[in-house]
């Protein structure tokens, strides 16, 4: 009987080389028959290949030397399906066909579910009540959110979907807009910086709203938690100031992960993140407190841009506030990519449609955008354009008294100022007697 073959020795019994240590052996001839005659680090240009000869020059570009090439592809990839680009007859069928385009990309439509809410908590602050609670938006998937309902209301009320900003800040999310009374120093300080010392939640309940704010993913109680910060805990009351930063890194470092698994997974993070806040919406209309006829969201920054997503795929947002974040994209590309999270890169979308044309989906109801003259997320060129986008396509679409977009002298940040010109406008559109 033959034997089998052992590639580990030779027929003299000889261990063999192995193909690893062939290619070792190999690679160590090649670089001595190259490096050998030279002094150690030195190399011999005669046995090199030139680089095809360059000018190098300085761009000021995120992406450096490759600036040309992506502007190139920018210059022939115009959004098609934008209203002012005159590929639709109407604005309706513009509106129809890139809802259906958002949707399409977003890779991310679950099965519905019933919200099935839970209240874990429920606190009497005084002039309202503060619920904490979860609830259903797909199979599987159950959803951290604070509910704020004014005391003195009477009968179904106007009510607002807040959604939280990013700021770098994982690990609090829906806690950004609210004042708990007691709130983690982070928070406090988060709360002076971004919303001018005054949490739009807590405003918007005071001023008769009753307003829901959920966890995005990837934040607060559905931010990741990796094996090296288990020590840490999950509870974020018991983290001290100083560990938040190194747990926010560490979180932040991870957001290019979570898009690379979703990519392998079939779906998109912004999908999820507008799907969670479309179902949002599915939860708070059942509410006895809740008027569905005046529904508002509004966010700052990344707050923002949920907004903006929000009141153009769901039609019973009747009055949406964006701000400080708005701009045509095209002036982004040269310096104004590397300031902006993963979240914000909805895959293929600007083959199609450009910011602008995505917010002015809210059309014919009503749209207030908010910008920060300082902003350095976006380039001012981009923002200036943007809102003038925004009100032809409004105009055009018979709704021009539907649109406002303003410019406040200040750098990323909601102040009390733009709140309290936001808030009234919210009042007028969903009719609340301040």
């Not at 979907?161 to 983690?184: C, I, P, Q, R, T």
């Not at 910086?193 to 005071?206: F, H, K, M, S």
């Not at 300082?374 to 021009?400: H, N, W, Y």
């Not at 977009?405 to 919210?426: I, L, N």
């Amino acid at each position: 009987m033959a034997r089998p073959h052992n590639p580990a020795s030779t027929t003299t019994g000889a261990p063999a080389t192995t193909r690893r240590e062939f290619a070792a052996a190999l690679g160590w001839t090649a670089l001595t028959g190259v490096w050998g005659s030279q002094a150690a680090g030195t190399a011999n240009s005669a046995a090199l290949s030139a680089d095809t000869p360059r000018e190098l020059r300085s761009t000021g570009a995120d992406l450096g030397s490759l600036l040309a090439e992506v502007e190139r592809i920018a210059g022939r990839n115009r959004p098609v399906d934008s209203f002012l680009g005159g590929t639709y007859r109407s604005f309706d069928e513009f509106q129809e066909r890139a809802r259906q385009r958002i949707f399409d990309l977003i890779l991310y439509q679950p099965q519905p579910v019933e919200p099935r809410p839970e209240v874990l908590e429920r606190r009497d602050c005084g002039d309202h009540v503060r619920e904490k609670i979860v609830f259903s938006t797909a199979p599987g998937v159950r959803v951290p959110a604070f509910v704020l309902i004014p005391k003195d209301l009477k009968q179904p009320g106007p009510a607002m979907v807040d959604l939280h900003s990013h700021g770098g800040m994982f690990m609090f999310g829906k806690e950004k807009v609210v004042d708990l009374g007691a709130n983690h120093p982070a928070m406090t300080e988060y709360h002076r910086e971004n919303y001018d010392g005054r949490p739009t939640a807590t405003a918007l309940v005071r001023r008769g709203y009753v307003v829901i704010t959920i966890d995005a993913l990837m934040f607060g109680e559905r931010r990741v938690v990796l094996d090296a910060d288990l020590a840490s805990g999950w509870d974020r009351a018991k983290l001290s100031l100083a560990e938040i930063p190194r747990l926010n890194a560490q979180c932040r470092a991870k957001e290019a992960t979570l898009v690379k698994a979703l990519t392998f997974a079939g779906a998109t993070w912004p999908g999820l993140v507008f799907w969670d806040d479309i179902r949002t919406v599915d939860y708070l209309v059942t509410r006895p407190e809740v008027d569905p006829s005046r529904l508002g969201c509004q966010g700052i920054s990344m707050g923002g841009y949920r907004a903006m997503f929000l009141a153009a795929l769901d039609p019973r947002i009747k009055a949406g506030c964006i701000v400080g974040f708005m701009s045509t994209v095209r002036p982004m590309i040269h310096h104004h990519v590397d300031t902006h999270s993963w979240v914000h890169f909805l895959p293929a979308l600007h083959r199609y449609l450009d910011w602008p044309d995505v917010a002015s989906l809210a059309a014919p109801r009503s749209l207030l955008v908010l910008q920060c003259e300082r902003d350095g997320l976006f380039p001012p060129a981009g923002m200036k354009e943007s809102v003038e986008k925004i009100a032809t396509v409004f105009e055009r679409a018979g709704a021009q008294e539907k649109f406002t977009g303003r410019f406040y002298d200040e750098p990323h940040h909601y102040t009390r100022r733009m709140q309290d010109d936001a808030f009234a406008w919210f009042d007028r559109q969903l009719g609340v007697k301040s």
